[in-house]
């Protein structure tokens, strides 16, 4: 497997190549990630990693049930403060622009399932998770 050349950032105090791959799932893995609702998934995506948390997706997909970001971060980021806050952010806001279509699936203020996956990013998996998640959805 071919390695790509890692492009190092720096800041004030530190030298650092941080990447993670994030995947996030609805609530009993009911299938409400579709149409408009993806589309707007994406958009808050964008707007709480990058515009809050300063952070750069890399790849982004998602199915029917769950969402992949493979995103850079910054060494000062808290990864699971990151992660808890895009789940509420987003959970908040899909239920309240989506509340119509969600009502039949969650009785319940749900949106994302308690848990989530995470993981780094090295030069010899970056590839072959980023072609995992452009695959996502495609049957």
Same mark, same amino acid.
């Given at each position: ?5 890692? *492009? @190092? ?9 941080? *990447? @993670?791959? %994030?995947?996030?799932?609805?609530? @009993?893995? #009911? ?9 707007? %998934? %994406? =958009?808050?995506?964008? *707007? ?11 790849? $982004?997909?998602? &199915?029917? &049930? #769950?969402? #992949?970001?493979?995103?850079? =971060? ?19 806001? $899909?239920?309240?622009?989506? =509340? &119509?279509?969600?009502?039949? !699936? !969650?009785?319940?203020? !749900?949106?994302?399932? &308690?848990? !989530? ?9 970056? *590839?072959?998770?980023?072609? @995992?998640?452009? =695959?996502?959805?495609?049957?």
């Amino acid at each position: 497997m071919q390695t790509m050349n890692t *492009e @190092y950032k720096t800041n004030r105090h530190s030298c650092y190549s941080l *990447e @993670y791959h %994030l995947v996030v799932v609805t609530k @009993y893995r #009911h299938s409400v990630i579709v149409t408009e609702l993806k589309e707007r %998934l %994406l =958009a808050l995506s964008k *707007e709480v990693i990058e515009d809050f948390w300063k952070c750069k997706i890399t790849a $982004i997909n998602t &199915d029917k &049930d #769950h969402i #992949h970001i493979m995103f850079e =971060a910054p060494p000062q980021v808290q990864l699971s403060k990151l992660i808890n806050n895009y789940k509420t952010v987003t959970s908040r806001r $899909i239920r309240k622009e989506f =509340a &119509d279509f969600l009502k039949p !699936y !969650y009785q319940k203020p !749900y949106f994302w399932s &308690d848990s !989530y996956f995470v993981c780094t990013v090295s030069d010899r998996s970056h *590839e072959m998770i980023q072609r @995992y998640i452009a =695959a996502q959805g495609i049957k």
